[in-house]
């Protein structure tokens, strides 16, 4: 109730101010994140793991990093994610078979969750039977354990996305910097 009080006593032009610094934050981090993409030449450097299928190598709330150079042949063994057409979500699975074929050598591959029995066929689209690299987002090069855990509670609960976001805000726009 206090923080309403703050945020009512603020006269207009603190009040565009505050908001002004929230919108620089929130600038900011999207130009980092786009960066990072850049450098990795992946669209999403960062992602974490949803599932059990890669345990014991990654588990549920780890965040993994990744990298997509150009030049580097997927090879297997590599532990890659990748993104179906048609879904949103992309999974982290391991490269069980690679090839090249043409004479632009398009690569393709197979992959398979550690902790699967079958490989991942039954994932891709009908009728297709490998992932094309540009499918491939990127291999994983890092990963830090169960810190993604907040990202699947509030992909798990909607409700406490709306409120975390709704409390950064509004601490954002009541919290002044001492003149």
Same mark, same amino acid.
């Given at each position: 109730?206090?923080?309403?009080?703050?945020?009512?006593?603020?006269?207009?032009?603190?009040?565009? %101010?505050? /908001?002004?610094? =929230?919108?620089? !934050? &929130?600038?900011?981090?999207?130009?980092?994140?786009?960066?990072?993409?850049? $450098?990795?030449?992946?669209?999403?450097?960062?992602?974490?793991?949803?599932?059990?299928?890669?345990?014991?190598?990654?588990?549920?709330?780890?965040?993994?990093?990744?990298?997509?150079?150009?030049?580097?042949?997927?090879?297997?063994?590599?532990?890659?994610?990748?993104?179906?057409?048609? %879904?949103? /979500?992309?999974? =982290?699975?391991? !490269? &069980?078979?690679?090839?090249?074929?043409?004479?632009?050598?398009?690569?393709? $591959?197979?992959?398979?969750?550690?902790?699967?029995?079958?490989?991942?066929?039954?994932?891709?689209?009908?009728?297709?039977?490998?992932?094309?690299?540009?499918?491939?987002?990127?291999?994983?090069?890092?990963?830090?354990?169960?810190?993604?855990?907040?990202?699947?509670?509030?992909?798990?609960?909607?409700?406490?996305? =709306?409120?975390? !976001?709704?409390?950064?805000?509004?601490?954002?726009?009541?919290?002044?910097?001492?003149?």
């Amino acid at each position: 109730m206090e923080s309403f009080k703050a945020l009512a006593r603020m006269n207009p032009r603190q009040l565009a %101010q505050q /908001i002004l610094n =929230v919108f620089m !934050v &929130v600038t900011s981090a999207v130009m980092l994140w786009k960066g990072l993409g850049l $450098v990795t030449n992946t669209e999403s450097p960062i992602v974490v793991v949803l599932s059990g299928s890669m345990e014991p190598a990654f588990f549920r709330g780890d965040i993994l990093f990744l990298n997509n150079p150009a030049t580097d042949p997927i090879t297997t063994g590599d532990i890659v994610v990748f993104k179906i057409k048609g %879904q949103d /979500i992309p999974i =982290v699975h391991r !490269v &069980v078979r690679a090839h090249t074929k043409g004479s632009d050598e398009t690569q393709s $591959v197979l992959t398979k969750g550690d902790n699967n029995k079958v490989d991942d066929r039954g994932l891709y689209p009908r009728g297709q039977l490998w992932i094309s690299r540009k499918e491939i987002l990127g291999k994983v090069i890092g990963l830090v354990p169960w810190a993604g855990f907040m990202t699947i509670a509030m992909n798990d609960y909607p409700s406490l996305k =709306v409120a975390l !976001v709704g409390i950064l805000g509004l601490i954002a726009l009541v919290s002044r910097e001492d003149e």
